[in-house]
């Protein structure tokens, strides 16, 4: 369980300053944030933790108005910044502040290029410091104020051990000669900044069996899923929680004309009913009014050829890949993705050097793979 150290909120902008100028002067400092998308339909930040090897503190963003010396700390010239899973961090950082981190330590990349058995912070934490983390706020709605202690306690503890953690997964690299291999996926993460998810008109399109759909089943999902996108959007409350994909999917399929009808569909609550249903009848309405040449159509992509000689060379990527990985003990989609595999039988090269160019190959992958790879691309 936690070590039971008191946990020091920040929420005055004094208080961060000064946090921020101590913290500065450290040469390793652990981060996390928590955000809410399981409860908010926004991302953003919601607390920002920091630990150094004697320190944790949490900043409640919602209270300290200037973050800058944050942006700051991430990129100082000197000092380590360690994370667990550091992508999602580093994107919502760099959403909601602008800001980007160098020199990272990534205690879940660690674990993956060591075979760890489980890659979870709290597998990690009790396999290596014998530390139980407390899983009852996994979920936690992060946005809520006041955070009780034991919601605050949990937070601090995802940072608290994150310093020792790093110096044992570390040692393990530094042991079996994969340090370097480590340091250049570090290197990747300083370079991760938000992007925009490029949904458009087919957003709608995404709920499992959404694509089975024709003709108004379809029309109506569309208006349905826009209606529930712009009430989550105005409430801020993430998109399931107003109404989830199975029933938003019976609705297009049933197309209900009265609130009995609405009733009746699995998983939708009278709640919904009683605050929203006409909206949503409405919704159904505008999709069934509609002329049929503008009823929405599922574009079916171009049917693929067959290639024959990319395909089995696809196939001897992959047993090649397997064998490495089970030589070097590593799960086979570290040493090298399955999709970075396909770019490589597309492009085809013929020495390590046109290898090395291709898009998604780290450099240690193409010197640990590379022979065995152009071995099986020659067939």
Known sequence: MSNGAPVELVRTQAAFDQLAADFAAEPLIALDTEAASFHRYHDRVYLIQLSSRTRTAIVDPLAVGDLGALGRLLTAAMG?????????????????????????????????????????????????????????FQRADWSVRPLSPDMLRYAADDTRYLPALRDILRERLSER????????????????????????????LKPKGARLLRGRALAVLREVYRWRDETAQRSDRAAFRILNNEPLLEIARVQPAELGALRAIRGVGPELVERRGREVLAAVQRALALPESELPRVERGPRRVPDPAYEARVERLKAARNEEARRLDLAPGVLCPNATLEAIARAAPTTLEELGGTPGIPRWQAEVLGAALLAAIAG
């Open 80 to 136: 380590e910044r360690v994370f667990h899973d550091a992508d999602y961090d580093l994107r919502l950082l760099n959403l909601q502040y602008g800001f980007s981190a160098t020199r990272l330590f990534d205690t879940r990349i660690a674990a993956q290029l060591l075979n760890e058995p489980g890659i979870g912070l709290a597998a990690l934490l009790e396999r290596h410091l014998g530390v139980q983390l407390d899983k009852r």
């Open 177 to 204: 000669g994969r340090l370097a291999w480590a340091e250049e996926e570090f290197a990747h993460l300083e370079e991760v900044r938000w992007t925009a998810a490029d949904d458009g008109e087919a957003a709608y």
